[in-house]
């Protein structure tokens, strides 16, 4: 009586009660399973959906790569075939890189003595591309204006009642990465870090080379090598180079940047056949054509960058030293210095450029070394630059050089006091 008064309901009522109510938990229970099952089969669904597009596109991958091991094994196939795909699919880098530039200039030559005045126009256009066959071996090409038979040149000189324009191969190479270390065969790009006082910039030697890199704590030290096959000969002598350069860029010391390279270059001349004119130029010769000096150069380049004014304003000095231990007269030295101000990278840019610079007759090999000026050895010259970028990818340069011969003995027929100018205005477009 006690219970049945304090919980107000006869003990009948309470036992139907708590019958009724866990039936209605079980019937939430089981709603809210079936609601973590149709959760489930929703997520598996769109696993799957997910598991077969990755399958499709894992599919598409192989059938890429199967392609492109049967195109490269098939001697002579179409070039009409199907194309090869056009990214590498392990790096996802472009396979087919190409790039160019197209340069448009005027000049003009004035003497105070005895040479002759002359205005001229030179075009030249350069078209390479280099092609990713694996994540190992590239090959590379590119097309040039100018004469097939100038090494250090690629302008076309404007005249001749508007002939067409000659086009040729200045490159055509294989290269094996490996790493810190690039191989290459064939004609090759230039493996040195240069100035023109002994490599034109056009010179793209034959042969084989190497070029190791390797950065460590910020900077980068550097190593490079080349056989270069200069006149090759059925019967008899041939003519070769063996060089190497050791090199070291500092990081940033402050607001210094330092960088120095080494070098010797070991010429062995056995044969002249291949040359002309326009490769001895005026290194000394024997009346046969052999030349009187070998060529042994010791070039040391160094070079020094301050950024204290910003990125835009960098100062930049570069001083080059060459001497020739094989040399068969005293004329076996030559030296550079160059100081520049300015950047000439993006639109609005401008950099001014001063350089200095005696090459004494059998200093460099004439042939290989820069062909700015109407002398190729035996001068003293200053020159003066203005670079300014007006667009992206455009550069308008203004150049002066102010030059003459260095020592009479080796002037020949030329009047040794003469002073010579050379100006030069173009506009270079890169792609």
Known sequence: MVQTALLGLPLPTI????????????????????????????????????????????ARLGAANAESGRASGEAGASAAGSAPSAVTPLTMKPRLDVS????????????????????????????????????????????????????NSTDAQLSNFDDDLQVSLDLAYVQLNLSD??????????????TDLVWDGDVNPQGVSGVFKHSFDGGTIRASSLFFLVDEQVSGPESTMLGAQLGYDS???????YDISGAYFDYRLGSVAGGDAGDFRTNLRYPDGRYRSDF?????????????????????????????????????????????????????????????????????FAAFSHDNLSIATNYKSNALTFDYVPFPKTTLTALWYHYRRYRAADAGPNDFTDSLDRLRLFFNINF
């Open 296 to 364: 042994n150069l010791g070039d040391v380049i160094v070079g020094a960058t301050w950024s204290g004014f910003g990125d835009r304003w960098p100062v930049r000095m570069v001083a080059d030293y060459v001497k020739n231990f094989g040399a068969a007269t005293e004329a076996d030295t030559g030296y550079g210095i160059e100081l520049s101000l300015g950047r000439a990278s993006k639109p609005g840019d401008w950099r001014l450029t001063y350089g200095r610079a005696i090459a004494e007759t059998d200093s460099v």
């Open 100 to 151: 160019g530039d197209l340069r448009v200039r005027g000049q003009g030559d004035y003497s105070d003595r005895d040479g002759e005045d002359r205005n001229s126009s030179q075009l030249r256009g350069r078209l390479g591309a280099s092609y990713a066959v694996n994540d190992r071996l590239s090959v590379g090409a590119r097309l040039v204006t100018g004469d097939a038979d100038d090494p």
């Open 181 to 194: 270390l690039k191989l290459y065969a064939g004609k090759v790009p230039q493996p040195f870090i240069r």
């Open 251 to 257: 990081p940033a010391l402050g607001s210094w940047r």
């Open 15 to 58: 036992a139907v009660s708590a019958e009724e109510h866990n039936a209605m938990d079980i019937g939430d229970i089981r709603a809210q399973i079936e609601a973590l099952r149709s959760e489930q089969a929703s997520v598996t669904a769109q696993q799957n959906r997910i598991n077969a597009a990755l399958s499709a596109l894992e």
